[in-house]
């Protein structure tokens, strides 16, 4: 991996999170309740250690590995030969169901496109691991800072 193109996944990470937040904040205010995004973590998850522990490494780790090799290497790349755009709008729709919530469709699916983004435009999934890794590892500290 080249790390001197390490601030493609932090530039795409600012930008994911503008997009989230910004989403929450107009869908708290104007749209309907099912619309703001939740977090996919139970909330009882964070009342024991042992299993917050466990669920970071979940989450920060075996989830960008999974979900990049599944949702970009393999559904991406094999959506390929229809182009970019169908492709990515695919297996981010794909990427946004697997979460299962409400809330984040919108959010996420462009977060799968961003992910595709950096995925292509490299050739390499560790720009998407990577971004993964950070979009989870933020988000879990938020949830560490507010249990």
């Known amino acids: 991996y080249e790390w001197t193109g390490v601030w493609r996944p932090l530039v795409a990470l600012f930008v994911a999170y503008v997009l989230v937040v910004g989403y929450g904040a107009v869908m708290e205010r104007i749209g309907p309740g099912i619309l703001v995004p939740e977090s996919t973590v139970p909330g009882a998850v964070a009342r024991d250690n042992l299993t917050l522990a466990m669920t970071g490494v979940l989450a920060c780790v075996a989830a960008p590995l999974a979900e990049e090799s599944f949702f970009r290497g393999f559904m991406f790349t094999g959506l390929l030969r229809w182009g970019f755009w169908p492709a990515a709008a695919i297996s981010s729709f794909a990427f946004t169901v697997a979460h299962l919530d409400p809330g984040s469709i919108i959010p996420f699916f462009w977060i799968g496109i961003i992910m595709a983004y950096l995925y292509r435009s490299r050739g390499t999934l ?8 950070m979009f989870n590892f933020t988000s879990f500290l938020v949830l560490v800072a507010t249990r």
Request: proline share 0%; hydrophobic share 60%; net charge negative.
């Open 126 to 133: 560790w720009d998407s691991i990577l971004f993964h890794f």
